[in-house]
């Protein structure tokens, strides 16, 4: 069975940072590409960022500079460090990654970012 348990959200000002995490369970962590989407209220969902395994990563523009996505493979954990928060950076934060073709998804973890 494959989990993915996100942590890390809450409530930050503008400006500030948080880091969210998520550890997986169920999968060969180091082979897998991992993702990072968020999802405002009444939005889509959106890829927000990528870590393949060898490291190399993509952002979302509206990110670029502000985020890192990073990944332990010790642990099978990725994290998202995010910098410089925005108003517009509120959001679900979901942890994504596909294994035989399915995609998996956590369950969200919610940031708030007040101004």
């Given at each position: ?8 959200g ?12 998520c ?14 989407y968020r999802?405002?209220?009444g ?8 870590i393949n ?10 990110v ?7 990944r ?8 998202l ?8 950076d ?19 973890t ?6």
């Amino acid at each position: 069975q494959v989990y993915l348990v996100e942590s890390g959200g809450g409530l930050a000002q503008a400006g500030g940072s948080l880091r969210l995490s998520c550890r997986t369970s169920g999968i060969n962590f180091k082979i897998h590409r991992m993702a990072w989407y968020r999802q405002a209220p009444g939005k889509q969902r959106d890829l927000v960022a990528t870590i393949n395994s060898d490291g190399s990563t993509n952002y979302a523009d509206s990110v670029k500079g502000r985020f890192t996505i990073s990944r332990d493979n010790a642990r099978n954990t990725v994290r998202l460090q995010m910098d410089s928060l925005q108003v517009e950076d509120t959001a679900d934060y979901y942890c994504q990654t596909t294994w035989r073709s399915v995609d998996y998804w956590g369950r969200g973890t919610q940031v708030t970012v007040s101004s």
